[in-house]
């Protein structure tokens, strides 16, 4: 399958092949993580808590059952998911009074604790996460990581003393996913999203979305700033240094395994994975070369190699299976292992190894004595390709218009005056939706393509995933 030809097609073909997760289970958009998939995942998340642990955030874990009475408290966020959830409605087999809800995310399950936990300013910030699954019923086509009914689920829930300090947390969430994207060789745009599409209760969202092969945007997580929207009705609030009770400003960071999704879409090729040197659950395979007569000599000093690489702290697989190196190259090519080494007889006697790299193919002899400094260079090297790769696709695929007409399928920057209304006919004529706005002061000039307003700020706009 080509991913040129039908990117839809070769995506779910690429999951299955590689198998990185088991869609056969008999509940729709609710699939089986496989070990090789689950290692990805859980490199990601180890990823995730050395960022937020290290930024002083403390993991939690909250039950996944949440009371319906609970739930409903904030009106707008229970608009906007109400069709979305799964009920249980009896234990065993009593009807319950109060009926539960598996959480869709965990606003509703925290923060009646929260109001219980802050009691003054000495207890904020209170910075807390939790990485577990969650639950949406969706309607749309299932895809595996990128649309799935039963979320692995990354949550960030913030409360603090002042607006001042809760904008301070947003802006450290945008460093945090500046990292993580190094990480992961991934490109993205932070927008803000439209009055009429933010997250359900939020006092403003912003997503972070990158650009698919398809030309279709895909939102990686979403940071929102929710001011005293929840504090409110769920009551949190504190004793200030002069004796009175404030209620606290709040925000959230989410991401899912759609960062997995990500990495397949974007960095996959027609061979099968492209694994991120970060998060690869193996970076290196050693293929020995076997020649007759040296079979034990090459044996020997390919699992020397793999001791010296293992101290040094890499994740090494040796391949000593009873196949043809051809057959090897394949499955592991397939896999997605960042760089190959190949050790033969004749590397042996010039004290060499030879390199391949999965993302560009390139075959390079390095000296045997000096292995672990070029397998760190080369591993950092692919890692600083591959983002950039996928950055000059996203630059490529993005163009600027000043009318709506015959419009590509990619991403599509054009001004917008800020209206509602100007918004709303953008979407209409374009047949697109509105991303949002750049928060990090991208400089445009221009006019609104509707109203023709001279605007400052362009506007995104792309077919979403
Ligand atoms: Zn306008």
Redesign the pocket.
Known sequence: MKKAEDFSEWYNEIVEKANLTDKRYPIKGMNVWTPYGWKIMQAIDAHIRHEFDSTNHNEVCFPLLIPEDQFAKEKEHIKGFDAEVFWVTHAGLNPLDVKLLLRPTSETAMYPMFAIWVRSHADLPLKTYQIVNTFRYETKQTRAFIRVREIHFFESHTCHADLEDAERQVKEDYAIMARLSKKLCIPYKLLKRTEWDKFPGAFYTVGIDTLLPSGRSLQLGSIHQYKENFSKPYEIKYEDEKGEHKYVHQTTYGMSERLVGAVVALHGDDKGLVLPPDIATMQIVIIPILAKGAVDQVTEEARQLQKDLKDAGFRTHLDERDLRPGAKYYDWELKGVPLRLELGLRDMEKEQVTFVRRDTGEKSLHPRTHVVDEVRKMLSTIAGDMLDMIQKEMDANTVTVDTLDNLPGKLIKTG????E???R?IEARSNKNILGTPIDGEKFEGV??????P?DKPVYLADAM
């Open positions: 917008w005056c800020g209206g209304d100007c918004g006919e609104c393509v509707i109203c023709g307003k605007t």
